[in-house]
């Protein structure tokens, strides 16, 4: 029996983009909450259903909940050898971010589609602007796999 391949095609995955999301130095992490809950998000869900996203979800890091429930994320072995290990080191789990959000696209077209819309850029990017630290924001792209749930 041969190994499985470890190649795919992505053009019958969904492609998922995250964002990982800090506030600006002057919103309260509250306030951040609060404006990506109550404003960012309900302008995003007419255009994301135009392009007929999957899902969409947005993670609150939260202070409260982060600092009790981090800590026992277990720390990567001290011999790992993997590379991937040693780019976290020991702040392995230390997101520094207030929020993550996953947006789940049917396929490549419709991620491309979002991205050249003028009123996604327009809406989205604006408001982000008010409130959201684009120098630390972190994004990445890639195709999604629901193992469970």
Do not use: C
């Amino acid at each position: 029996m041969s190994a499985p391949s470890t190649t795919t095609t992505t053009s019958t995955k969904p492609i998922v983009l995250t964002i990982i999301f800090s506030p600006l130095p002057t919103i309260t992490a509250s306030a951040f909450h609060h404006h990506l809950s109550t404003v960012h998000a309900p302008l995003a869900v007419p255009i994301f259903a135009r392009h007929k996203v999957l899902k969409y979800q947005i993670s609150h890091n939260v202070a409260k909940i982060r600092d009790k429930l981090q800590p026992l994320f277990p720390a990567p072995p001290r011999d790992a050898q993997d590379d991937d290990w040693e780019k976290v080191g020991d702040d392995l789990g230390l997101l520094q971010g207030e929020a993550v959000v996953q947006v789940w696209f049917r396929d490549e077209e419709s991620y491309r589609g979002l991205t050249e819309d003028a009123e996604f850029r327009e809406k989205m990017g604006g408001d982000a602007a008010g409130f959201v630290d684009v120098e630390k924001t972190r994004v990445t792209v890639g195709w999604g796999e629901v193992v469970m749930g």
